[in-house]
């Protein structure tokens, strides 16, 4: 995958959760909910968000859970030309965009912006997992 999110400030311990042995994930991937405690990236508008990946999920390595993170602050990909300060949400494969009214229920809120950015495809920094 490309654009996964670049930890810089980690807020808390990571948590395992539970992933597919078969599924390989990049450090960074942002993740939606996938049965019960479990996670796989995002992929499109409105998943919600469950966490960031920790770090790599190698495919059918015998492994059957992943380290999540829930809470820090990251360098996320957004996809609109100019996001103002402000709650983001998903908008598809590690991919973030400004909240919409269709995306403000609980669980849909991946954090706050803490900048604004100019370019689509630019990145920001976001504070994840508050609200």
């Known amino acids: ?36 405690r479990g996670v796989k990236p995002s992929a499109s508008d409105n998943n919600p968000f469950a966490g960031i990946l920790h770090r790599e999920k190698i495919a059918g390595n015998g492994k059957t859970q992943c380290s999540v993170l829930i ?5 996320c990909v957004f996809d609109s030309a100019v996001t103002q300060a402000g709650d983001v949400s998903i908008s598809g494969p ?23 950015v100019t370019s689509a495809g630019g990145t920001m920094q976001v504070l994840v997992g508050r609200k």
């Open 71 to 75: 809470d820090g602050v990251f360098d």
């Open 1 to 36: 995958m490309a654009n996964e999110a670049i930890l810089r400030d980690r807020m808390s311990t990571p948590i395992n959760m539970a992933c597919v042995d078969g599924l390989g994930m990049e450090k960074g991937t942002i993740l939606t909910f996938s049965g019960p």
């Open 94 to 116: 590690n991919i973030l965009k400004a909240i919409t009214s269709l995306d403000d229920e609980k669980g849909y809120v991946v954090g706050k912006v803490l900048e604004t």
